[in-house]
């Protein structure tokens, strides 16, 4: 047992196997085929603790010899487990091992495993294996969420380190120069837009997906000739970065620096120094960031972990500095800290309930982190009970079947074959079948039915989001056309003007532009009805102009970046819808031109390091180009990540398309994964104490009714010819009449018994006078002819003194033959009727010693031994009826060793289970085969001088005390006869 958890605590404690038994169903291949493995190593330690158990049993150690070992093994193992780094209370493994073990002992005592035994079994293991697994993995989340708060303390990150230098090296290269010389040469006369700078760092920053994931950065650029700021958006002078960046802590690479805990703004300070045609220095200040998987593409990138602290996506954490909170995630924490600090570089539980647990680390720098998690309550164990003990019912059966074929078990777990058939097991095998078959229906439609209506949703779901982002998109398109009206009204109005118009032909003009307008409204109705909703009724505010701005596209030369056409122009203001459908909605959102190239991503970053296509996708392009459909959804995927993506047309007021909207949509998988799993393991708890209360039920309501079915089964197996009790069963029911019939035939074999036992005992008065008669009649003629003599002798010759020596002989004749008249009346008396026994306890030892003695010096051409055991067998029984018995066996023995043969003859007591047996064996010439069946019948004997009474005596002697008497013999080798008798205890002898 110590071993086996020393096993359970190396595979959970000692290994990187996830084991999330807050929902098995999410456990991954490896920790499935663990928990296979733990199956199988409980299967084999119940083997190996029933063969030891059994070993134990067969020494014939008595009940309380067994308890006293088990008392003294648990003490001895308490030193194991205070210092063999269990990481186990000594007195739960100690309650545990105790009820395991006095459960094994009542157990070995069992002929044949029943099913109530097999669940218990199951139950059993379930329930400890639970309780060692749930307290191990209790251990192993403290020692991961410490493992935790002393990363998170620390900003420092080597991993990142790794990746700005990589970036640094990659900014410093001359093609990134020459970007940022287009930059500098085209706003040579004012600030450089920061967006069109973070495009250049984005084009680098996108590829590290670890930076990416985990980091957030801020840019600030000056040039270094007079320290003026080069960016728009900059709130830091140049001397204050300088600054900054000096005060931080070095690193390998003289380019980045660490701005440590205590400044309470930590991160990363990247500083380069680019020749440019205007020399600039740029800071790239890196913070930690974490991205949250709410789209598709952020999904894609979950595989790079902050620290490779892969499992901090399932913990929630604060980090107070100075007592005030910096920074929390995944729950709202307390802006104060309130909780008393441990000292610094220690850990403490601070709250541990069953539904949370909160651990607090004191950093240094005054640094406090807490840490916590959802521990789920007392449903998390119960899983684990539920889990374990499917997987150990799956393995019984598995290796129940394999066994039925191959009959590898031992007698007593071999269930599945050696189990009787009967109607009470047959009962519950298909009640609890019934339960398990339900709970697979229930599982297998409850499957179908999330995916069916969980696909239903979401796809409505995705209607809506598209729906809505369509008409946020319409919205800012017609705001746009409205506003470029504007614009060319009044200078249509100006135009006029200067060639002279009047105002009447002003208002002409006006009121045709107006039908114009209404003629578009009409056709983009559903557009503007979307729009009207949306606004809900309110006037739509005109936006203000924008500065111009323009996309750098790397690929192409300065002359060719200038914005020209209309097409441009569309292109450039259907990119910035991006960020509000992608922030309102939280959608990835992709536009693509006519041709099905991308304009424009949320995630361009993505598209960047080729992780994705830039070409829509060419079924939805067919649909959308070429057969004028208004949206097409098409399957999609990226590695192993599959999901859906929406196309749309994006239209101007004119009804023409502009380009194409893509819209990608996960949340359906993960959202079903997860609805799924946490249904069925609910629905496994359920299941599992389901199957075990209907268990219960099945095995009581199958007892009940066949209760009276066994009795009457018992009953059958007890009938004899007398003395049988009636069957009383109240009901009138198929068993009533079952019944009844057995109480008819039972009055009917009584009244048959009692004429029979008259007859026998008829028969029998009869056949002992015969054979009365003949032994009588035996001696009673030798008897006659001595007396006749004698008469005869004292007839012719009266003188007494020659007649005396006959007087005398034949006298003695007489009362030779009297005693032995005498003995047969006095044989014929003891086996009518036994004189009644005195039981007490006594040493059978001590009486095969005595009888021993009696006989050893009987013959001396007899070698007559005894070979004693070490224990001391106690018998209840009458000391002078068995002795008797010792007696006839020994006296047997000698008579039949022939003559011309020297006598071994031996005397062996020995244990076998719960009985005490005294073989005497001979070297005699055998009992033949053809009256082997009459050794122990009355009146039968092989020797002249015996009434064969003897043996038959014996016998009943021994059955009158519960014991047996039986006999081996080999024709010309000799006989062995065995005397069994129930023992009281067993003691050792000193």
Not at 710 to 727: A, D, F, K, V, Y
Request: net charge negative.
């Amino acid at each position: 047992m110590l071993m086996v958890c020393s096993i359970f605590k190396s595979i959970i404690l000692d290994s990187s196997i996830v084991f999330d038994f807050e929902n098995v169903f999410n456990l991954n291949s490896q920790s499935v085929l663990a928990m296979i493995g733990v199956v199988l190593l409980l299967l084999a330690f119940f083997l190996f603790s029933h063969r030891m158990m059994q070993a134990i049993y067969k020494v014939g150690l008595s009940k309380n010899g067994r308890l006293g070992a088990i008392a003294v093994s648990l003490l001895a193992s308490i030193p194991v487990v205070l210092y063999g780094d269990l990481k186990l209370p000594v007195v739960y493994f100690l309650t545990a091992a105790l009820i395991y073990l006095i459960v094994f002992e009542f157990f070995v005592e069992v002929r044949a495993l029943s099913l109530q035994w097999l669940v218990g079994w199951l139950m059993l293991f379930s329930c400890l294996t639970a309780m060692l697994l749930y307290k191990y993995n209790g251990d192993k989340d403290y020692l991961r969420r410490e493992e935790y708060a002393i990363a998170l303390a620390s900003y420092e990150d080597k991993q990142a380190e790794e990746g700005v230098i990589e970036i640094g090296k990659l900014l410093l290269a001359d093609s990134t120069r020459h970007m940022w010389n287009l930059l500098t040469n085209y706003y040579e006369d004012e600030l450089i837009p920061k967006e069109e700078a973070r495009d250049i760092m984005d084009a680098h920053f996108g590829i590290n997906k670890y930076l990416l994931h985990n980091y957030k950065f801020t840019l600030y650029g000056y040039y270094r000739e007079n320290g003026e700021a080069a960016l728009t958006e900059q709130n830091k002078t140049f001397g204050d970065m300088e600054r900054q960046f000096m005060q931080a802590n070095a690193t390998s690479s003289p380019i980045l620096r660490f701005r440590p805990e205590k400044t309470r703004d930590p991160g990363y300070l990247l500083r380069l120094d680019l020749k440019t045609s205007h020399p600039l220095t740029i800071f790239v200040m890196l913070k930690r960031s974490f991205s949250t998987p709410s789209k598709v593409y952020t999904e894609m990138l979950l595989d790079k972990k902050y620290k490779n602290l892969g499992e901090l996506d399932n913990y929630d954490y604060g980090i107070y500095q100075n007592d005030t909170l910096v920074e929390d995630r995944n729950e709202t924490y307390a802006k104060q800290l309130t909780d008393s600090l441990p000292p610094e570089g220690q850990i403490r539980i601070v709250k541990h309930s069953s539904t949370r647990s909160e651990l607090l680390y004191h950093a240094p720098n005054n640094i406090a982190i807490k840490i916590g998690r959802v521990t789920g309550g007392y449903i998390k164990p119960l899983s684990l009970f539920s889990y374990v003990f499917t997987l150990l019912t799956l393995a019984i059966l598995l290796f129940g079947g394999i066994n039925y074929f191959t009959n590898a078990l031992p007698g007593p777990l071999n269930f599945f074959r050696t189990a009787k058939p009967s109607l009470r097991n047959q009962f519950q095998f298909w009640v609890i079948s019934m339960v398990l078959f339900s709970f697979l229906g229930i599982g297998f439609v409850t499957v179908w039915y999330f995916q069916k209506s969980s696909n239903d949703y979401h796809k409505g779901r995705l209607d809506r989001k598209v729906t809505s982002a369509l008409a946020s998109v319409n919205y800012e398109i017609r705001a746009w056309h409205k506003e470029r009206q504007r614009e060319w009204d009044n200078e249509r109005r100006r135009e006029l003007k200067d060639h002279g118009k009047d105002t009447e032909e002003l208002a002409r003009e006006k009121k045709r532009e107006m039908e114009r307008e209404r003629e578009r409204e009409k056709k983009g109705g559903t557009i503007a009805e979307n729009e009207r909703e949306r606004a809900g009724g309110k006037e739509l505010e005109h936006k203000q102009e924008e500065p111009h701005k323009f996309r750098i596209k790397l690929e192409k030369p300065h002359e060719e970046l200038m914005v020209g056409d209309m097409e441009e122009l569309n292109a450039f203001s259907l990119s910035s819808l991006i960020p509000l459908v992608s922030e309102v909605h939280r959608l990835d959102v992709n536009i693509y031109n006519l041709n099905g190239d991308l304009i424009t991503s949320s995630e361009e970053d993505i598209f960047k390091g080729g992780l994705v296509s830039n070409k829509m996708g060419a079924y939805a392009y067919l649909n959308l180009h070429n057969l004028g459909f208004e949206r097409s959804d098409q399957d999609e995927s990226i590695g192993n990540l599959f999901y859906t993506a929406a196309y749309l047309p994006l239209k101007d007021l004119e009804g023409n398309t502009l380009a194409y909207m893509g819209i990608p949509y996960y949340a359906q998988h993960r959202e079903l994964r997860s609805e799924v799993t946490d249904f069925m393991s609910t629905l496994l708890n359920v299941y599992v104490f389901l199957l075990l209360i209907a268990g219960g039920l099945a095995i009581v309501i199958a007892n009940s009714i066949t209760k009276k079915l066994t009795e009457l089964g018992n009953s059958l197996q007890r009938l004899r010819l007398g003395g049988n009790e009636p069957i009383v069963w109240r009901r009138k029911d198929e068993i009533g009449d079952l019944v009844e019939a057995y109480n008819r035939a039972v009055k009917k074999i009584e009244e048959s018994s009692l004429l029979l036992a008259q007859s026998e005992r008829d028969g029998a008065w009869r056949e002992m006078a015969k054979q009365v008669a003949h032994e009588i009649k035996n001696p009673l003629t030798p008897m006659k002819l001595s007396i006749q003599y004698l008469l005869h002798a004292y007839q012719s010759n009266p003188d007494p003194k020659s007649i005396e020596p006959l007087l005398k002989r034949v006298s003695g004749t007489l009362v030779e033959q009297i005693e032995s008249l005498a003995q047969i009346a006095t044989e014929f008396s003891n086996f009518a009727k036994m004189p009644q026994a005195q039981n007490i306890q006594f040493s059978l030892n001590d009486l095969a010693a005595s009888v021993h003695h009696l006989f050893k010096n009987e013959r001396p051409d007899m070698d007559i031994s005894i070979e004693m055991p070490k224990s001391d067998f106690e018998v209840y029984a009458d000391r002078n009826h068995v002795t008797r018995v010792f007696n006839n066996l020994l006296k047997n023995a000698i008579q039949a060793v022939p003559d011309e043969r020297k006598g071994l003859i031996k005397i062996v007591l020995y244990q076998e289970g719960n009985k005490a047996i005294l073989k005497v064996a001979d070297n005699g010439s055998g009992i033949p085969p053809e009256i082997q069946e009459k050794v122990f019948s009355p009146n039968f004997s092989t020797k002249n001088s015996g009434t064969g009474l003897g043996l038959a005596i014996c016998k009943s002697i021994i059955e009158g005390f519960k014991g047996d008497i039986y006999f081996e013999t080999e024709m010309d080798k000799g006989t062995t006869f065995f005397v069994e008798l129930p023992l009281m205890s067993v003691t050792e002898l000193a």
